[in-house]
């Protein structure tokens, strides 16, 4: 079956320094999402990639979905004590509307 | 809106006993998903409902777990007999239309301990 993961698993970083996470998928998707879970809390909905090659920016967060349509990446630039959670991609099984959760990549800011 | 609702929030049971967690979603959404957190497993959807029918229930681990949605407001995931392999969080979520916008809106989410 389709299968999603995230690396790294987990990232610990220093306040003000960037971080990236990598989706990958089996199976080329029709969109990608992103969440943010914080410890304790549950998944928020970040953003949603429609397009091969499209980037999309949030203040400090950038996202990109591949050329193929199978992989993502989320850049946060200058990561703040804020950001602490885990990020999770999501994409949805072909031809139906079942979203398959990465993996996850679970972020610590060290103040 | 007061967003995804869940009840109850914590629940411990013992070994064999039935559980039901309760959801309620977003006004006027046309999907509802019930997903299962665990550190092992990460989030796995269980079932998903369109208008109330279910559509997709491959991810239902066993016999023990069944999922109803009598009407657009009020969905229900019962497990019976409950097992502590059965303890994580669970999570229901809903879509305003599962087309060009996709986005779902998580409940707080049930912790469920099965001891």
């Known amino acids: 079956g389709q299968q999603v993961m995230q690396i790294p698993q987990y990232q610990h970083v220093q306040e003000g320094e960037d971080f990236t996470t990598y989706c990958n998928s089996s199976t080329t998707l029709s969109n990608i999402q992103w969440y943010k879970q914080r410890p304790g809390g549950h998944p928020v909905f970040l953003i949603q990639?429609?397009?091969?090659?499209e980037v999309k920016k949030q203040k400090r967060l950038t996202f990109q979905f591949g050329e193929a349509k199978k992989n993502s990446s989320l850049h946060i630039t200058a990561t703040q004590t804020t950001d602490v959670g885990t990020y999770f991609c999501a994409g949805p099984t072909s031809g139906t509307y079942k979203y398959i959760f990465g993996t996850g990549t679970r972020l610590k800011v060290l103040a | 809106d007061a967003g995804v609702i869940q009840s109850p929030r914590h629940e411990v049971t013992e070994m064999g006993q039935e559980v039901t967690l309760r959801c309620k979603p977003i006004s006027g959404h046309d999907y509802l998903f019930w997903y299962r957190q665990t550190m092992m497993r990460g989030l796995e959807l269980l079932i998903y409902f369109n208008n109330n029918v279910p559509i997709d229930d491959s991810g239902m681990p066993e016999d023990r777990f069944s999922a109803k949605m009598p009407n657009a407001s009020f969905s229900t995931l019962k497990i019976q007999p409950s097992e502590p392999r059965d303890s994580a969080v669970y999570f229901c979520a809903s879509s305003l239309d599962v087309g060009k916008n996709t986005e779902a809106f998580f409940g707080q989410g049930t912790r469920l301990t099965v001891v």
């Open positions: 990639l429609v397009k091969s090659g």
